[in-house]
């Protein structure tokens, strides 16, 4: 049977939701990011109320994080769903497309990271630029 | 000019028609290195049909020769797709090369966002893309 895909009710639209950047995907010297990161089937993201910056560190090691409300991700036409990661980690949801959960954010990717902003805490790695391509 | 790209894994020699075009092919190609687990657990790295497709994709946009255009960001996919992104003015065109090789879009003018799938895309598809995004001051 396929999953039920819920909204997590009990989940505020003020709400503070933490995003992994990997840092392929900062674009440029002004720190913009890839919609790629947010293109995801089921977008990863931790409930910050739900666990600490350092504990989100020791996940992705050396990656800077964004933030964005579950009040976003709803006004876009996403449900916040209730997913542990694969550490059981219960803080964790999976942003996903109301109409459509399963599928892969395309839209609603970049509305949420036009939304999305960088976060600046002593636990976590500050953005930096992309590093040039080597010339050949 | 003639530029040769290459990568761990490869090289091509491509004619091409300016510098943002080498540099486009040059970031694609690049993707080839990507290990698997890349991005994060279970992420793959681009497949070779949509490194093919992006850079079949980015030959017909040089093809139109519109000189308002600068590099596109390239970025890996964690699904194995490979993403290619111009921006114009506020305008913004993702175009998303998928792991089998089809494509699809995102366009973005100020805040309004559309999308749509090209499939296996043609010259007037890129075309009439590019026509969007290169109508704006």
Redesign the interface.
Known sequence: MPPDYLDDAELADGAVLWHSINPRHIKDDELNVSSTSYSTDGLSVYVIDETTAAALAAKFPGWPFQWFTAGVARAVGCIVCKEPDDDGDTSHRAVRRASDPPAQLRGEAKRIRNAAKWIHHDDVPEPQPPSPLTPE | MTS???SANGTMTQLVRGAWEAEAY??TL?LKDLPDN????RSSKPTRQAINSALTFIERVAALDLVVLSTP?V?????GGV?L?WEHGQR?L?V?LLPDGTA?F?I?DA?N???GDLGFFSASDVEALFGWLAATP
């Open positions: 040769v790209l290459s040059r970031h690049a890349w991005d994060r657990p960001f970025a890996p996919m964690s699904h993403q992104e913004q993702d998303e699809r995102v973005s805040g966002v559309g999308e």
